[in-house]
């Protein structure tokens, strides 16, 4: 989503602004042209060489440091700009940009852009609950300023609260859904009516999501699992989270960082999970089964560390519980998606996992190639009802196939809803 576009970063003076190293790398690798733009307090923080290094671009900080005499810097940065991304913004230029001042580098060019506006705000628990502070993110709200909400949790000044900066995925997720959304020349707003202004379609709605590899073990140090990163799973509890839903997300071995704004529940082995699962089935709506469970375990688990004793060494192994086949056993209104990794015959396969587990929706996807799939942030899916091929998706991030994934599920759901009436 990200390859040819200009993003103008702002960053801000907060101790969130050590996070912006990692969201500008992000950026950058997912393929878009960054300039970042520092307010004073911002360099106080991280320095502009480092900012320089991961952009590849200059760094901007002064409004009458003109490099290039040939443009003025702050209107040739808010020109060329898809996307205006302030993160961290503090309460002071949430403040500026509702009151329209420009009295630096980033408030100057802000008001000189066109482009659209996304804002990150951090600050502690106490300055963002406050009114004026509210009373500005919503001024910004009505003008098409799309605001990420920060997540809870411990803040640096030692409070405990809503503030933090929402996190670099998080956030790149975000922008990627914009230009999945939206298009240059287009006003933010009308990608914010979509995401946050409307009705969100599954608000009040509980989805299910299971995500990453279960490990099953042999000993206490070794185990039988898999190479799955979770981050499929994590796109997709993203993905339901943003349209409303209340999301459990019941996560095995993960190599990425959950999303915020779900409940997760952690466990290990296949049992674990098949339990979380089934608890919480008979109240949910939506069940998404996106983790890569193993399919066997072992008859018997050492209660300490096997030595080696031979050349050989025998495993017997027994089947593990079938969580999507008893899910398909017990479901009723549910709507359920299951996910087939195949490695050939992906549709054949796909298919008939489909039937034999009485999936509303698979979706497939060759885990034999090298760009999709397995630990990469990107995939090439096709998605099957019992008709066949619903949708075949070309290479795109997991979190635009997610979202596709999600509004499939709304579809159905629609449908049951008609047909009940």
Request: proline share 4%.
């Amino acid at each position: 989503m990200l390859h040819g576009k200009t993003i103008v970063l702002g960053i801000t003076g907060g101790i969130a602004a050590y996070k912006a190293a990692a969201l500008c790398s992000k950026l950058t690798q997912a393929g878009a042209t960054v300039h970042v733009i520092m307010t004073k307090g911002a360099t106080q923080f991280i320095s502009e060489l480092t900012l320089q290094t991961l952009s590849r671009q200059p760094v901007y900080t002064d409004t009458f440091d003109e490099r290039d005499p040939s443009v003025v810097s702050h209107i040739h940065l808010a020109d060329s700009a898809d996307l205006f991304l302030i993160a961290p913004a503090t309460a002071n230029i949430i403040a500026k940009m509702a009151y329209g001042l420009a009295d630096d580098m980033l408030s100057t060019s802000l008001l000189a852009t066109t482009a659209p506006i996304m804002v990150a705000p951090a600050m502690n628990v106490h300055m963002y609950a406050h009114p004026a502070v509210q009373q500005n993110m919503n001024t910004l709200r009505e003008r098409g300023v799309f605001m990420v909400e920060p997540g809870e949790g411990l803040l640096a000044c030692g409070y405990v609260g809503k503030g933090r900066l929402a996190e670099p995925e998080y956030i790149v997720e975000q922008v990627e859904r914009f230009f999945a959304d939206g298009s240059r020349g287009d006003r933010l707003s009308n990608v914010v009516g979509a995401l946050q202004e409307q009705q969100k379609p599954l608000t009040g709605r509980a989805v299910i999501v299971t995500a990453g590899g279960t490990v099953e073990r042999i000993d206490p140090v070794r185990y039988i699992t898999n190479d799955s990163s979770g981050k499929m799973g994590f796109a997709v509890a993203a993905a339901a989270r943003d349209m409303g839903a209340t999301v459990t997300l019941i996560a095995g071995q993960t190599q990425v960082e959950p999303p915020e704004g779900v409940h997760l529940v952690r466990v290990e082995s296949t049992q674990d999970m098949y339990d979380a699962v089934l608890e919480l089935f008979p109240t949910a709506d939506v069940v998404v089964k996106a983790a890569a469970v193993a399919d066997y375990k072992p008859v018997i688990r050492a209660e300490q560390k096997m030595k080696k004793t031979a050349d050989r060494l025998m495993l017997e192994l027994e089947r593990n519980p079938d969580i999507l086949a008893t899910l398909g056993k017990q479901k009723q209104q549910q709507v359920l998606i299951g996910f087939a990794a195949e490695t050939n015959d992906v549709e054949r396969y796909a298919m008939d996992k489909l039937r034999r587990k009485n999936c509303d929706l698979i979706v497939a996807n060759d885990v034999s190639r090298d760009d999709a799939g397995f630990r990469t942030d990107n995939n090439e899916v096709q998605i099957y009802d019992r008709n066949g091929l619903v949708e075949s998706i070309a290479l795109t991030s997991k979190s635009a196939i997610a979202h596709r994934i999600m509004e499939l599920a709304i579809e159905r759901i629609v449908q049951e809803v008609q047909a009940v009436e």
